[in-house]
């Protein structure tokens, strides 16, 4: 069987990484089972194996998406001025924004519900 083009696998993966973003989001790492993303993406667990080794290595891939959708509303904009008043206002500004995008809030749930105190090594990701 020829393999896939790589457009047609960069298109699965991205495909995969947003239903397991939304997922994960909703529900946190326990709460969401190699089986629901596939039934999510309408692939089999093989092929969810084939883009990614393991539930845990989705999830952080997850968590990197997560964290640039923080850095884009937050704090890209912040190393644009020198300003501590301005910093804090546009800080405020990026988390309204944030806030203003229903699926981002509920994912940011899910994703630090997700996290347990034992979870440092994700937790620190984050640091």
């Known amino acids: 069987m020829a393999r896939k083009p790589a457009t047609d696998t960069e298109e699965t993966r991205r495909q995969i ?4 973003f939304h997922l994960f989001g909703l529900k946190g790492y326990d709460g969401v089972s190699v089986q629901d993303i596939a039934k999510a993406t309408n692939l089999s ?64 749930a899910g994703f630090f519900i997700g996290m347990g105190r034992t979870d440092q090594e994700k937790i620190s990701y984050f640091r």
Do not use: T
């Open 17 to 20: 990484l947003e239903a397991s």
């Open 45 to 108: 667990k093989g092929a969810l194996y084939w883009h990614f080794h393991n539930k845990e290595e989705l999830y952080y891939e997850c968590l990197k998406d997560f964290r640039h959708m923080l850095r884009r509303y937050i704090f890209r904009q912040l190393e644009l001025v020198d300003s501590p008043v301005q910093r804090v206002e546009l800080f405020f500004e990026g988390i309204k924004n944030l806030l203003q995008d229903q699926e981002i809030v509920d994912c940011a």
